[in-house]
Structure formats: structure tokens, C-alpha cells
């Protein structure tokens, strides 16, 4: 039972564009939501993550917004640039850094 | 080393083989994780360790997994008797203290082939 669920589980943007993901919990006991950005053959490596305290943080061009009452959060890349090209992971603290983490969404950014 | 390093990197066992994954941590970080990212998923939770100390084996998928970190630095996770569903990508990740807030590095992983 997949305690986060992540959508889309891919999309195609073009430079330049807006990419949105979207990620939707159901344990109130989460309290640490980092997104993790995966290139292949390569480990998740964190890009910026948000505590349940904060609706909206912002890292150049990698925002992440947070709803606690609706139990959903969200990872803008803004000017989205071909490197930018990758698998992203959100995820959700459920003890001492043990994540559960989404299934995945495939970005790709075409120049 | 600069990150967390694993290996081997690649490793193809035949059915029933016995397998060892090694994990070497970032120098000083007391938290280490296994988890186990199958083709297209996102890693699940294996085990946990705190220094030594193997804190939540909970993700463990069988009695046929089992993880060490007998002197709270190099961690080795040893499968025996592999199975096909034990394929996957096998990611260490280290933590410098333990607790959520601290960015937790992941490894390369070990990617598991069983024939």
C-alpha cells in the first residue's frame, strides 16, 4: 500500500515551461517532505524539502508548496532547462529519516 | 571518500546464490539506510542503523535478508539464497545525525541481476 502517491507519472515540457508535480499523503504523523531529483544510473539526490509548518518554500528556481489540511504538497521547477531532465521523487519522513517515498515522475525537457 | 560508495556496482547472481552488498558511508555519519528501488518505483525502506546499532529492520522483505553495521561505519547487506523478485537496485544512504532534517546522501546503489 503506497502511503504517498505521486502524479504525473510523467511529462514532457518545453524549455523554458513550468513543470508541476503533485504528491498526496495520508499519515498525519509525516512530518519532513523532501523531493529528490534521480538521473539514470545514478542515486536520488535531494533537491529541497519542506516541513508541515511552512506552506511554500523557494530554491532558485524550485519551489514547493504544502496544503496540510488538504494532505498534499507540490514541486514547481520553473524555467524548466534541459538538465533539468530526470526522475523526481517526493517523499514523506515517517521516523528519524525511514521515507516513504512515491512512485516517480519522468520530466522531460525539450529545448 | 566524498559520498557514499557501494559495491559492487553491478552484480548477476544465479537462482539460490548467496549475495554480499557493501556500503561505505560518508566519514562520521552515525545514521545509515538500505532501501531497494525496483525498475521504475521509487526506493522502499530496508533497514535503519544508528551507529551500530540496527534500529528498524521492519522493510526487510524476507528472513533471507539481513543487514550489519558491526563497527557503526561499513554496513553490508547479504541476501541469500536470491530469488528472481530480489532484483532490483539496492541504495545505501547516509545521514550525519540522525532525525529527518539532516539531508540523507544516497550511494549509486548496487544494481541485483538474478538469473
Known amino acids: 500500500q503506497q502511503q504517498v502517491k505521486q502524479s504525473p507519472q510523467s511529462l514532457i515540457v518545453q524549455k523554458g515551461g513550468i513543470s508541476i508535480i503533485n504528491c498526496a499523503y495520508e499519515n498525519t504523523a509525516f512530518d519532513y517532505f523532501p523531493w529528490y531529483q534521480q538521473f539514470p544510473g545514478k542515486g536520488p539526490a535531494l533537491l529541497i524539502a519542506i516541513r508541515p509548518d511552512v506552506s511554500e518554500k523557494k530554491e532558485g528556481r524550485f519551489t514547493i508548496s504544502f496544503n496540510k489540511s488538504a494532505k498534499q504538497f507540490s514541486l514547481h521547477i520553473m524555467d524548466s532547462q534541459p538538465g533539468d531532465s530526470a526522475t523526481y521523487f517526493c517523499a514523506a519522513n515517517e521516523n528519524w529519516g525511514k521515507f516513504q517515498f512515491g512512485a516517480g515522475t519522468q520530466v522531460v525537457v525539450t529545448p | 571518500g566524498a559520498g557514499v560508495s557501494q559495491s559492487p556496482r553491478y552484480k548477476v547472481a544465479k537462482r539460490g546464490q548467496d549475495v554480499a552488498l557493501r556500503c561505505d558511508p560518508i566519514s562520521g555519519h552515525v545514521s545509515l539506510f538500505w532501501y531497494q528501488q525496483a525498475l521504475g518505483q521509487g526506493p522502499e525502506f530496508l533497514t535503519y542503523?544508528?551507529?551500530?546499532?540496527?534500529?528498524?529492520k521492519s522493510g526487510l522483505p524476507s528472513d533471507r535478508f539481513f543487514a550489519e553495521r558491526p563497527e557503526g561505519s561499513v554496513s553490508t547487506l547479504k541476501i541469500q539464497r536470491t530469488q528472481q523478485e530480489d532484483s532490483a537496485v539496492y541504495l545505501c544512504?547516509?545521514?550525519?545525525?540522525?532525525?529527518?532534517?539532516?539531508?540523507?546522501?544516497f550511494g549509486e546503489g548496487s544494481w541485483l541481476t538474478v538469473v
Open positions: 544512504a547516509s545521514s550525519l545525525r540522525q532525525g529527518a532534517g539532516n539531508t540523507i546522501y
Open positions: 542503523f544508528q551507529n551500530e546499532a540496527q534500529l528498524d
